[in-house]
């Protein structure tokens, strides 16, 4: 439930966000070598509370064992998909379907087939 909730939210607010975000992906070409690592550093720091999530879910085995930096970023990558591909995106799902599709998504991925009933009401 604690990655649940952390998707929705971290897409909730990539969503307040649309148009800072989409500017950040525009321009960070434009930026120096400090502004670019500094985008970086809020990246990392933004997604430790999707990566401790992970960790614990997996250490507690909750989780499939997946590479977390790898998850992370794909997590990362879906929340940015709303607001990169608006355009698409906006005309076919409001923000509640795309984030429950997405939590569908990705929770077929990481949780195992034993516990996929335990949240029937998410993965289907």
């Known amino acids: 439930e604690r990655l649940v909730a952390g998707i929705r939210r971290y897409i909730e607010i990539v969503d307040e966000n649309i ?18 690592d500094r985008i970086k550093e809020l990246e990392v720091s933004t997604s430790a509370p999707l990566r401790d999530v992970l960790e614990d879910g997996i250490a507690a085995g909750l989780l499939n064992d997946v590479d977390v930096d790898l998850m ?49 009401h998410l993965v289907r």
């Open 19 to 36: 148009d800072a975000v989409t500017l950040t992906y525009r321009e960070s070409r434009t930026l120096d070598r400090a502004g670019r």
């Open 72 to 120: 992370v970023f794909d997590l990362l990558l879906l929340a940015h998909g709303w607001a990169l591909k608006h355009w698409h995106f906006g005309a076919l799902y409001s923000l509640d379907e795309y984030i429950r599709l997405q939590i569908r998504f990705v929770l077929n991925t990481i949780l195992p087939a034993e516990r996929r009933d335990s949240y029937a």
